[in-house]
């Protein structure tokens, strides 16, 4: 089966300007997470979606980062304005259910670097 | 609130040699813990996961862990390393029910030849 895609797989941008990722989950996967990898740590939970809703978008600086997966399939990710700190790797996680011990099929990461 | 901590963030083998990545975990409720590998440039795979009963699990490429709730430890083990298995290993736990699963910083394992 096709795994989760991501793109672009690099992105360069100037602080203040904005970007944009797109996922596209697994075939069937209602559930949908952005996770942010900052070189050195563990990934962050950004935002998680069950089919098109939201369950947890605590850790998502709302003031820049924005997400939306509107048929409840692919998802976008945007960050406007971005700031150096938002230098990291976003990955894209899908699974089949949110229910305990549903594992997380990753995407191979969209890695942004800011200027 | 749950959280894990990876003890070491690189550890370093000969090839042939044992590997032990540790990590500890703090969790409210009974935990389901997962080691996830991350290699250069690509996504988190899945190493094994432990849910319930046996507490010890085997995974894939040679890997176990074993869960011991009275340490609140779930190590990483191999009996004997391959240049292969040079990587990034995170340790992650599952949060409340529904959420989103909490990593580790990750351990950077590298092996010598």
């Known amino acids: 089966e096709a795994g989760v895609a991501q793109s672009p797989r690099y992105k360069i941008i100037e602080k203040r300007q904005s970007v944009a990722f797109w996922c596209n989950p697994i075939s069937g996967h209602a559930t949908l997470y952005w996770y942010q990898q900052i070189l050195g740590q563990g990934p962050k939970l950004l935002i998680q979606f069950q089919n098109n809703g939201v369950v947890d978008d605590s850790q998502l600086p709302k003031d820049r980062f924005s997400a939306e997966r509107l048929k409840g399939v692919d998802s976008t990710l945007k960050i406007q304005p971005a700031k150096l700190e938002d230098s990291a790797v976003y990955l894209c996680?899908?699974?089949?259910?949110?229910?305990?011990?549903?594992?997380?099929?990753f995407g191979e990461g969209s890695r942004l670097t800011v200027l | 609130a749950q959280s894990v901590t990876q003890l070491g963030s690189h550890v370093s083998v000969s090839e042939g040699a044992l590997v032990l990545l540790r990590c500890n975990y703090s969790s409210s409720v009974p935990p389901y813990l997962f080691w996830y590998v991350q290699y250069p440039n690509q996504g988190l795979q899945l190493l094994l996961k432990y849910t319930t009963g046996a507490t010890l699990v085997k995974g894939i490429n040679g890997f176990e862990a074993e869960f011991k709730k009275s340490e609140t430890s779930f190590h990483l083990t191999k009996p004997s390393a391959h240049m292969s298995d040079a990587a990034e290993y995170f340790c992650?736990?599952?949060?409340?029910?529904?959420?989103?699963?909490?990593f580790g910083k990750g351990t950077t394992l590298s092996v010598s030849s």
């Open positions: 996680a899908s699974s089949f259910t949110t229910h305990k011990s549903g594992e997380l099929f």
């Open positions: 992650a736990v599952e949060g409340q029910a529904g959420t989103a699963l909490i």
